[in-house]
């Protein structure tokens, strides 16, 4: 018996429940899986579904219970990055009998024990990993309650922010697009924002 393929389908819509979303969805396994049976090997690679004009997505994944797959037990992390609403990060399994090859998200609960493996650098990945970090550092020299930041990542980065005395400081973050955010305070200040 070899790996079984399902084809894992979602349908996202805005906070109206009428208007498609837009955004996307990655899905990454906990762990390495291997088939005893054809002596294959499926690493952990990042799936990304990006949301279509109708706010749905269709991607395929191997399913993680067939007979001789191990180790058993292992799970997708799911991370929805929908616009104008907050990363929802959760896991689930794929069965192999799921009904007609596909699953859908929203029939789904989520795994409560996912398998977690743990991965150790070498020196040569963590040197070109340096090489192709991504991160911005945006310097608020004036004073102000809202900071308006161009960083051009690419992505909705995390965003930590301190004043000009490296004290902690917390605002609203509103990402306007993947390559530029806003954030609100309370008080006006300068200082920086670390984003990655």
């Not at 104008?84 to 929203?106: E, F, H």
Request: glycine share 8%.
């Amino acid at each position: 018996m070899a790996f079984t393929t399902i084809t894992v389908t979602g349908t996202y819509k805005e906070a109206d429940g009428t208007t498609a979303a837009s955004g996307n969805v990655t899905f990454i396994a906990s762990t390495t899986m291997t088939d005893s049976s054809t002596n294959q090997i499926i690493a952990p690679t990042l799936v990304t579904g990006t949301l279509n004009g109708s706010g749905a997505i269709s991607v395929s994944l191997t399913a993680t219970d067939d007979s001789t797959t191990s180790p058993t037990g292992v799970t997708y992390e799911v991370t929805e990055n929908i616009n104008n609403a907050g990363q929802n990060k959760y896991n689930i399994s794929i069965p192999a009998s799921s009904l007609g090859g596909t699953l859908d998200l929203a029939d789904i609960a989520p795994a409560t024990n996912p398998i977690t493996s743990y991965n150790y650098a070498t020196q040569a990945y963590v040197t070109s990993s340096i090489a192709d970090q991504t991160a911005y550092t945006h310097t608020q020299e004036s004073p102000s309650t809202t900071w308006s930041v161009t960083h051009n990542l690419g992505f909705r980065p995390s965003v930590f922010v301190v004043d000009t005395s490296d004290n902690v400081c917390y605002g609203d973050v509103l990402y306007t697009s993947t390559d530029a955010l806003t954030v609100t305070f309370a008080q006006s200040f300068g200082g920086k924002a670390y984003l990655s």
